[in-house]
């Protein structure tokens, strides 16, 4: 499995952008599917965005974030993405990246998920 570390995190105001970065060390992630997921206080980690393997054909969101979140990957660098535009309150939370060969798991079996990041906290403030 892969190693995964996110970045660019933050505080923000509200109707700003951010955008997020996981970086894989370890191997390849060209034949990883990535998925950000998000966890707010008080609440279950929750599913944001994923993106399939390789050129990333196919990507899913949740219904919060469409139009204003995109999911996207980079496998020369290594990296997937989430560019996070009109920042709302209620996205606060902290924001992990995964990856894992299966898509199934990417979207709707996160515990079985085998590489995950840290975590890295997102504050919108209204």
């Known amino acids: 499995q892969v190693q995964l570390k996110e970045s660019g995190g933050g505080m923000v105001q509200a109707g700003r952008s951010l955008r997020l970065s996981c970086v894989a060390s370890?191997?390849?992630?060209?034949?990883?599917?990535m998925g950000w997921y998000r966890q707010a206080p008080g609440k279950e980690r929750e599913f944001v965005a994923g993106?399939?393997?390789?050129?990333?054909?196919?990507?899913r969101y949740t219904d919060s974030v469409k139009g204003r979140f995109t999911i996207s990957r980079d496998n020369a660098k290594n990296t997937a993405y989430l560019q996070m535009n009109n920042l709302k309150s209620e996205d606060t939370a902290v924001y992990y990246c995964?990856?894992?060969?299966?898509?199934?798991?990417?979207?709707?079996?996160?515990?079985?998920?085998?590489?995950w990041g840290q975590g890295i906290q997102v504050t919108v403030s209204s």
């Open positions: 993106i399939t393997r390789y050129t990333g054909g196919s990507t």
């Open positions: 370890g191997g390849p992630i060209f034949s990883y599917a």
């Open positions: 995964g990856a894992d060969t299966t898509w199934h798991n990417i979207l709707e079996a996160t515990d079985k998920v085998g590489s």
